[in-house]
Structure formats: C-alpha cells, structure tokens
C-alpha cells in the first residue's frame, strides 16, 4: 500500500479532542487520556541464518488500563513508528470500550520485513521480542494479539516463551493462538464476521439490499480475504475489486472470492487474477461501489482522495483508513461511514473469549461464540447509531462519545493514585 505522511497519532489525538469537547471534559480528564500510561522501547539483536547478528527495533505501549488490563495486538512490518504504536493503543483503548469489553488498549510492533525472513529468523525475532516485552505482558497485565504480519504461530511461541520465563504453562498472556496451545474457535474469523454484521445492520438502516450491493475491499489479508469470502456466502453481496501489496483487480460483474483465494496462494499475488483488469491501490479506492471496506493500512481515505470516493457505505476494517479531512467530506457528501473502533472490534471481541476461556480451562463450541460476537456488534452498533441519532452527529463520533465517556467515568472512580 502506499505510504502516506499523514502523522497517525496526530489524527487520533484529534478524534479523541473533538469527542472530548462535545462531552465537556476537564482539562485534567484530557490530559490523562490523550497520552500513553507506559511506552516501552526495545533494541535487541537477532542472530540471522547466516551467522550475522541484526539489531531489530520493537515497542508496546500501553494507552490507558482503567477499565481493565491492556489489550492489543503486535504487527511486524518495516513502517512501524512509535507514534503509529501509539495511535493503535489509543484506538484499541476505545474499541474495547465501545463494545462494553473489560479492556484497556495497548499495541506492540518491531520494525522488520517479516517477509524477508526465514521462519526460523522469524521465530528467534519473536521470542527475543517477546523476552523483552515480558516486563509489561502478563494475563492480568497486558494480552497481546495477533495483527499485521503475525499469526497463530507467532502467538504460540510468545506464549511459549513467557511461559519457560514462569516455568509453567500461561495460555491467557496472548490471545490469537493455535487451537492446540488454547486458542478460541472463531477467532481466525472474528474480526472479519465482526465487519460483516455491521455491515449487515447499516445495509438495513439504508435500506439497501446486500444482493444488490457491489463491494470493493482494500487489502486481501486475514480480515480482507474472510470479509470477502463472508459478504458473497452469507450476505449475497457482489465483490467487484480486491487489492494487496502487489495492487487490485476489477471486474464489475463480480469476482469469485475462491477463485481469487486460489490464485493469490497460488501465485503469492492478487495480480494476474483471470477475468479482471488491474487496477492500483489509489484507483481500487475510487471504483463505483456500494460499500468500500478498507482493510488494509491507515490514512488511505485523506482530503486528498475523498472527494473522489463515492460508494454508500464506507465499513472501516482497518485501523484509522480516514483522516478527518476525509471524514468531513463524505459527511458531507451523505456518505454513511461505520468507525473502525466499531466496525472491526470484531477480533479483540472473540479475543476477550479466548481470554476468559484459557482462565477457566473451559472451552466454547463455534457457533457459540459466533452467537455471543453476534449479540455484542449488533448491540454496540446499535448503541452507536442511537448515540448519533440523539446528537445529530455521524456515527465516528457517536462511537468515539461512548467509549470515551465509559473511559473517563472509570478513571474518575478509580481517581488519581496517590
């Protein structure tokens, strides 16, 4: 995707200042909120396979725990910032609470290019990484996750590696793992099943029918690929563009989200797809379309593009896609847009599953923790939109009202120590 200079931490803070404005906090509730409780910063060396030894940079910062211990994933990736780092935390902080789960938010990332790697470089990465974050992780402190560029397996040997630091085994530090080592049914699923109930219910605020509906997705990842595969099996809807690193593919009679599965394993590529033109990134954005779901990297909705952007529905996937210029022109231009810290909250949902799964040593079948995401988006989304409604505001803010609002009346409980 292309990389876009736009300061991430900066537009979090701004969302965060607009909501906190419009609910009258004080100048001591903001201060508290707008920063980091804790960033730690790791250097650390790595011996790669042919003997030499790399010095890899890592973080995970912690936003705010007061209503529960930090929770966020950890990305590998050559573009990882502190200032990015922090703007995740900050958007997981109210992710969790907009959908009512005990959480804080927190994020971690080490600047690399996994792809690059081999997988035993991978794995010596990781359980350096995870030795060094150890001083914050814990599953009563801080439970990480899977995000860009890391999986089920990296999870298995971060948890494998703290629990040889504790000499047992702690499945609860991180969530996102094989189902072997402890990890959830439904959670390879969560985020993307998340984004397509939401989806769902804004198809019948709109009173759109999802049959109808053609569908352009950036990005062709884990959330991408599931959230393509779940809106042609379930909803019906038609998908018309998908895009990766390599760029996108268009056909506006629709594509076969197991044909282009097939290929990108096939060929490492969305690229080359049969019975589709190629479109890049910047133009897949820009496709007719009823619902764009961007499900890639942030800031690729800016003041820059969004005037050229037309669909209906715009369903945030991705952490942070729109800047607020963006925001302001698809409110102005009608456009309805379903916030990240709701649209995708899908997978840090199922991961408190996970979580509370591994403490109890009790394990849920599929389609209940289906049934119990389900229940909790349709719940927030809702809350949400009765939110925007009472204010006359678009749905960024009603969910950014609600979640900082539960954030703020933790921390004012809890008060200030000493």
């Known amino acids: 995707m292309a990389i876009n200079l736009i300061n991430p931490y900066e537009v979090a803070v701004a969302q965060f200042d607009e909501a906190a404005e419009r609910l009258g906090l004080s100048q001591a509730m903001r201060a508290i909120l707008r920063k980091p409780k804790r960033e730690l910063i790791v250097n650390f060396p790595v011996r790669m396979d042919n003997g030499d030894v790399e010095i890899f940079t890592g973080y995970r910062v912690q936003h705010n725990i007061n209503r529960g211990p930090a929770k966020g994933g950890i990305r590998y990736s050559p573009e990882v910032s ?6 995740l935390a900050m958007w997981m902080t109210w992710k969790c609470a907009v959908v009512g789960i005990p959480f804080g938010g927190a994020k971690g990332g080490v600047i690399c290019d996994p792809h690059k790697m081999s997988s035993s470089e991978l794995e010596r990465l990781t359980r350096r990484y995870a030795a060094e974050i150890s001083l914050l992780i814990g599953p009563d402190s801080d439970i990480p996750a899977p995000d860009m560029n890391t999986n089920p397996q990296v999870m298995a040997w971060i948890m494998d590696t703290y629990s040889m630091h504790k000499g047992y085994s702690v499945p609860a530090v991180i969530t996102g793992k094989p189902l072997g080592v402890g990890g959830s049914e439904g959670r390879m699923e969560a985020t993307a099943r998340g984004v397509m109930v939401v989806t769902r219910e804004a198809l019948l605020d709109l009173k759109l029918d999802p049959q109808e509906c053609s569908v352009v997705i950036q990005g062709f990842g884990n ?14 809807c038609k998908i018309v563009g998908l895009s990766d690193i390599s760029g996108g593919v268009y056909n506006p009679r629709g594509i076969d989200v197991y044909r282009a599965l097939r290929h990108s394993k096939e060929h490492g590529a969305l690229r080359g797809l049969p019975d589709s033109e190629p479109v890049s990134n910047a133009q897949l954005l820009e496709l007719p379309c009823d619902i764009l779901i961007p499900a890639a990297l942030e800031n690729q909705l800016t003041g820059k593009n969004a005037a050229r952007i037309h669909p209906r529905l715009i369903i945030e996937a991705a952490n942070g896609p729109s800047d607020p210029d963006a925001d302001r022109i698809f409110n102005d231009a009608g456009v309805v847009v379903v916030p990240d810290i709701l649209a995708n909250a899908g997978g840090v949902t199922v991961s408190y599953f996970e979580w509370v799964q591994d403490l109890q040593h009790f394990f849920w079948a599929e389609n209940e923790v289906n049934d119990r995401l389900e229940t909790i988006m349709k719940r927030a989304y809702r809350s949400v939109v009765q939110k925007a409604e009472e204010q006359d505001i678009h749905l960024r803010m009603g969910a950014y009202l609600l979640a900082v609002a539960r954030v703020a009346e933790a921390t004012e409980l809890r008060g200030v120590y000493p």
């Open 223 to 236: 959330v991408g690929s599931i959230t393509a595969r779940l809106l042609q099996d379930e909803l019906h």
């Open 82 to 87: 502190l200032d990015e780092v922090r703007a």
